[in-house]
């Protein structure tokens, strides 16, 4: 049967070889990463030495198609080059993400993908300034491909579309996750944290906030986990959590970074970007698709996201300036410094 993904500009383009992402990871002789969305690789008809991602988004999640592909235009306007070329489409009536696969020689360890973070080259202060600044709070070494030309890149970024706070310039995000009719609870820079053995810890859960937070977790999973942390905060009836585990990965950002003129300059055209433009092109795109499929609640959908992600611009627009006035700070101690 001949299967063909369509475009924004409406071009229909014809696809071979569609196999789920883990046959594939194998068939390349590759481990396998941990990820839970249905994935795909495939080859185009006309062009077959490529290879490409496909993942397609139920219609209740079409945040993530707007995180997906307003991640790459951030990188590309920034010039950054960490998050390739991603665009938006329709596979068999569903919106979907696709973009090329990128060869890498494996998974990267735990060991490895530390030892890349704590290097702190361009490549990595960029990957770092962007994932703060943009709100990819989910650095786990799955969503993250050391390229053959020894480049760190930043591959599933779907979690721009949460809301979420940060304290300081560095602190790993807190995401707005569910309600509760729990009172305030602990803060932003004193978080409170359940540990234990993945039952123990839905339990305690369970106890605190009911139901809601078994269902904001993966309970299935979590519940088979040794080991298991929640960190969080209650506040105005919401529960938020900091997914980032510090036993994994210390190496998130380094504090001290050294930030270099050249830096601090590629730094500030993050600045330029319009992140309203950029989400609102998206949201044009995401609705051409969604009227070439005829779906009925085209513009209902589109409304309710431009509101949503009117907030998260927000939050990349509060997140810069805190980034922006940490590294102009240890900039200028950098200069006192020399000239003393
Ligand atoms: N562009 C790509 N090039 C190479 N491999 C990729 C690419 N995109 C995804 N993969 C592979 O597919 C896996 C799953 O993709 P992804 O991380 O986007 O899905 P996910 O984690 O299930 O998504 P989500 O977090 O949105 O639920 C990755 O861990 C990686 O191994
Ligand atoms: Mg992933």
């Keep these: 049967m001949s299967e063909n993904i ?13 196999i789920p992402m883990g046959e594939c990871l194998v068939n390349k002789g590759k481990s396998i ?42 990188s590309n306007e920034a010039g950054l080059g960490i998050v390739p070329e991603t665009k938006i489409g329709s596979y068999k009536g569903m919106v979907a993400i696709i973009k090329p696969f990128i060869d890498s020689n494996n998974h990267l360890s735990d060991e490895t993908y530390k030892y890349l973070l704590a290097s702190n080259n361009d490549n990595i202060k960029d990957l770092k300034n962007f994932w703060f600044v943009f709100g990819q709070w989910d650095t786990s070494s799955d969503n993250a491909i050391y390229t053959n030309d020894g480049r760190l890149i930043s591959i599933d970024n779907t979690n721009i579309a949460n809301i979420q706070k940060v304290g300081t310039y560095g602190e790993p995000h807190f995401v707005k996750t569910f309600f509760t009719s729990h009172p305030n609870e602990g803060s932003i820079e004193q978080a409170d944290r359940i540990i234990g053995p993945g039952k123990n810890v839905l339990e305690v859960l369970n106890t605190k906030f009911g139901e809601n937070a078994a269902k904001s977790v993966n309970a299935e999973i979590i519940a088979k986990k040794p080991y298991f942390e929640f960190t969080y905060f209650v506040n105005d009836n919401y529960v938020w959590r900091n997914h980032y585990s510090f036993d994994k990965f210390p190496n998130y950002f380094v504090p001290k970074a050294q930030m270099d003129i050249k ?20 949201l044009q795109e995401l609705q051409t698709i969604l009227e070439m499929q005829e779906e009925p609640n085209a513009k209902s959908i589109i409304y309710s996201l431009d509101r949503h992600f009117d907030i998260i611009c927000e939050g990349i627009n509060q997140r810069y300036d805190l980034a922006y006035d940490y590294l102009v700070d240890q900039y200028d101690e950098g200069i006192a410094e020399l000239t003393c």
């Design 6 to 18: 369509i475009f924004v500009d409406k071009q229909y383009k014809f696809i071979l070889d569609l």
């Design 33 to 74: 990463t941990s990820f839970t969305s249905e994935v795909f690789c495939f080859k185009f008809k006309e062009q077959q030495e490529q290879g490409w991602v496909l993942k397609p988004i139920s219609v209740n999640n079409l945040r993530e198609a707007v995180a997906e592909r307003a991640a790459y235009k951030f």
């Design 263 to 282: 830096s601090l300059e590629k730094f500030t055209t993050i600045k330029n970007i319009d992140c309203n433009n950029i989400f609102k092109t998206t």
